[in-house]
């Protein structure tokens, strides 16, 4: 009879010299008992968590928080091929917006905007070789004229089928209006409206953006206009820039995040987002609601929110208090003062119940590991940096900011 052989096996650390042994074993690539070292990377830790940042541009808009965590890299992490162009993605978009964000807000707030339409006759919408062509050829002629002049463009489609294109110039604040508004009409007068019997007159728009705020508006406003493109026409890009070396977009500064902070930072930019977002779905709700006799009673998001308090309770009538801060009241004969009081204001349920499904839905971030919103950048970068300082400083600083 064949005696058992009972030697104990010995795990890696437990062989002499203990971790200097698996450190042995390792550098061999042995995989002894449970050490598993045939799943490793050659000394690499695939589990390492990839350092926490923010990055912003000085005077710009854009922030990137990024608090990644550790992940396994993919077996299949190739690049996916490119394929062609045909509607406006929603990946296209968010490059347009960031290319927006990375821009100086000083610029943005001194930049013009172009609009250049066809004529009667047109090219077809499936013809993009002929409308991206007139687009090359009319930049080409702008970098001549202005060398120094950058931009970015936008392509749609008019409901008629015809190309469209906006674009919004930097280095032209200092030209007169009134000369590049001649030269864009001659130009894309020779390109595209050769032989209309209108000479093209409505051909071109120059006009000058008003503020930083309008500049973003802008494009935001096209961006939403999915309407106004051709989903499975292969038209090619629907944005480009224009002289790209030349676009106001300072150098990129990446300062290092550790421990809670990275976390309290990615936090407080997400709150930022979401409010930011909700803001503009009541601002845009309040605008279509605009010249409605109820909604001047309700009057902002407050108070359609209280309104909405009301019907939950069943409330037949709802009622509004606004504090009326009084004053000299100018009559057609005569004036007379008014002592400040609450007004109280009913609407009856019928005008918030029609409209409560067009009510917008509070929009709440994804917990993704990188947040990117736009903002001042500076001012958001100066805000963060004084989370450590005492409460009242933070206060104080808010109130100067405010001032």
């Not at 590049?180 to 390109?191: A, D, G, N, T």
């Not at 499975?232 to 990446?254: C, D, H, Q």
Request: proline share 5%; with cysteine; hydrophobic share 35%.
């Amino acid at each position: 009879m064949k005696s058992r052989d009972y030697t104990i096996r010995r795990t890696p650390l437990e062989q002499p010299g203990g971790a200097s042994g698996a450190r042995h074993l390792a550098a061999q690539g042995a995989a002894a008992g449970l050490s598993k070292l045939h799943n490793g990377t050659n000394g690499v830790n695939r589990f390492e968590k990839p350092p926490s940042r923010i990055t912003f541009y000085p005077g710009a808009s854009l922030i990137d928080v990024e608090v990644p965590l550790p992940r396994v890299p993919s077996k299949n992490g190739s690049a996916k091929k490119r394929q062609k162009v045909t509607e406006w993605s929603t990946s296209s978009r968010t490059r347009l917006k960031r290319c927006l964000g990375m821009m100086r807000r000083a610029e943005l707030g001194r930049a013009l905007v172009v609009t250049l339409t066809y004529p009667a006759e047109y090219p077809a919408p499936d013809n993009h070789e002929v409308y991206k062509y007139h687009l090359k050829k009319f930049i080409t002629y702008l970098l001549r004229r202005w060398p120094r002049c950058s931009g970015i463009w936008k392509l749609e489609f008019q409901a008629r089928g015809a190309a469209h294109y906006h674009l919004m110039l930097f280095g032209l604040w200092e030209v007169l209006i009134e000369d590049v508004r001649k030269w864009v009409k001659e130009k894309w007068y020779q390109i595209a409206h050769n032989g209309d019997k209108h000479l093209g007159e409505a051909g071109t728009q120059v006009d000058r953006i008003k503020s930083i705020g309008g500049a973003m508006n802008y494009f935001a406003k096209y961006m939403s206009k999915g309407d106004q493109t051709r989903p499975g026409n292969f038209t090619g890009r629907y944005w480009g820039k224009i002289n790209a070396e030349m676009l106001p977009v300072p150098e990129a500064v990446s300062l290092p995040l550790d421990g809670k902070k990275a976390f309290q930072i990615r936090r407080i930019a997400r709150r930022k987002m979401e409010d930011d977002v909700n803001r503009g779905f009541w601002r845009r709700f309040l605008e279509s609601m605009d010249g409605e006799t109820p909604n001047k009673v309700i009057g902002s998001r407050l108070g359609w929110e209280q309104g909405l308090a009301q019907l939950r309770e069943g409330k037949e009538k709802l009622v509004w208090w606004r504090w009326n801060r009084g004053g000299v009241v100018d009559d057609e004969e005569f004036s007379f003062y008014v002592e400040p009081h609450l007004d109280q204001w009913i609407c009856y349920k019928e005008f918030l119940m029609n409209r409560r499904s067009s009510m917008p839905k509070r929009w709440k971030a994804r917990n993704n590991d990188r947040v990117r919103l736009l903002c001042d950048a500076s001012a958001f970068v100066e805000a963060i940096s004084r989370l450590d300082a005492p409460a009242s400083s933070f206060a104080q600083w808010s109130r100067q900011k405010d001032a």
